[in-house]
Structures are given as C-alpha cells and as structure tokens.
T-cell receptor, first 120, second 112 residues
Framework: GAVVSQHPSRVICKSGTSVKIECRSL??????MFWYRQFPKQSLMLMAT?????????EQGVEKDKFLINHASLTLSTLTVTSAHPEDSSFYIC????????????????FGPGTRLTVL | QKEVEQDPGPLSVPEGAIVSLNCTYS??????FMWYRQYSRKGPELLMY????GNKEDGRFTAQVDKSSKYISLFIRDSQPSDSATYLC????????????FGGGTRVLVKP
C-alpha cells in the first residue's frame, strides 16, 4: 500500500515553455502532498505544501507564480513549471501523507519516483 | 549553518561490514527522526523512524537518537551490495502533516 506515482518520469522542453508534472496517490487519499526539488548530489529541498481544496503554502524563496500547484482531488496534485528556463532543470519529487501501516498514530510521507526535468 | 548536517561521503565498505551513518541537528524541537534510502534517480523510501530519544531495531538496521547531543545514527549490519545507495536523515516536529527537514545525504558503496 501507500504507492505514489509521478508522470512523466522524464521531460525535456525548450526554454520558455511550461511543463506540468502529476503526482498521484494510487491506493490512498492524501489531503496533504509535498513538492520537493533535488539537484545532483544534493538533498531534497521542500518547495511547497499542497492541501486539497486550498492554496498551496510555498517555502521562502520559491516563486509561487512560477511553480503553480493545484491539488484538485484527494489523489492528485499537479506542479506546473511556467516559462521554464535552464536553471529550472532539476529532479522534482512529490510525496503524500498517509498513516504508516501497522502504526496508525504516525503519518508518513510516501515519495513518488521523481520527474527529471531538463530545460534546453 | 544548516539545520541538519550529514557527511556526504562517499562511504565505501566491504560486503558484510557494519555501515555507520549519522546526522547532527540544531533545532531541539524536532521530535521524529527518520532515515530514508534513495537509489539513483528514484524517490526516497522510508527505512525507519524513531520518536524522541532511544534505539530502534528492524532486521539489519538500528537507529539511535540522542536528543541531548542532537545526534542521530543509523547502523546497517551485514551490509550487502544492494545496500549501496544514498541515505538521508530527516526530522520533523510532529507526528502528522508536518514538513520534513532533510540532511544532505550520505552516499554508501558496499563492495562485493
């Protein structure tokens, strides 16, 4: 259980175009999802917290008009990188909250497999 | 100074050896401490979590938390080549819904 998928797994686009990344919780409902980005050999940096039915909460330094997040249902959150530029090239990972199997008192973040974005 | 510090490695060990990983942190309000394993170009997967100070064992993995020293550890016994990955420590303030703060990750290589 607690499987999170992302689509696409890889995307290459031209500078100035917009790219949408989907994050789905496959076998559970997630009121809260998180979006991270990870540069090579670096750790995950939280970009924003996505709550179903409300506006996302962005971390300091993350441009909300550039990284549009929509959490329209309990199983789907989308991240749209608008007017992408080469510096936006990164590995984008989402996660979704779910109770841990065998320990319902603890909510764990289950991570998707990531989306590698390359902007030319 | 980063909130969570972790030696980036790489840490190279022979198969069967014990792998010792650790993180230090600065915010004493962290209550939950996690270890994730991340293979190349994949999302992290949870290995273990520990609440407050103490030890926790799961198979070949042992996690230790020393809140007084703001220091956490992960030990992997009888290491296997399949354990080669990047190990990330993470911590959070509460049990549900709070964001994670990650360490930089330690790359581990277990040689056959």
């Amino acid at each position: 259980g607690a499987v999170v998928s992302q689509h696409p797994s890889r995307v290459i686009c031209k500078s100035g175009t917009s790219v949408k990344i989907e994050c789905r919780s496959l076998d559970f409902q997630a009121t809260t999802m998180f979006w991270y980005r990870q540069f090579p050999k670096q750790s995950l940096m939280l970009m924003a917290t996505s709550n179903e039915g409300s506006k996302a909460t962005y971390e300091q330094g993350v441009e909300k008009d550039k990284f549009l997040i929509n959490h329209a249902s309990l199983t789907l959150s989308t991240l749209t990188v608008t007017s992408a530029h080469p510096e936006d090239s990164s590995f984008y990972i989402c996660s979704a909250n779910s109770p841990l199997q065998g320990d319902s008192s603890y909510n764990e973040q289950f991570f998707g497999p990531g989306t590698r974005l390359t902007v030319l | 100074q980063k909130e969570v510090e972790q030696d980036p490695g790489p840490l190279s060990v022979p198969e069967g050896a014990i792998v010792s990983l650790n993180c230090t942190y600065s915010n004493s309000a962290f209550q939950y401490f996690m270890w994730y394993r991340q293979y190349s170009r994949k999302g992290p997967e949870l290995l273990m979590y520990t609440y407050s100070s103490g030890n926790k064992e799961d198979g070949r993995f042992t996690a230790q938390v020393d809140k007084s020293s703001k220091y956490i550890s992960l030990f992997i016994r009888d290491s296997q080549p399949s354990d080669s990955a990047t190990y990330l420590c993470a911590m959070r303030f509460g049990a549900a819904g709070n964001k994670l703060t990650f360490g930089g990750g330690t790359r581990v290589l277990v040689k056959p």
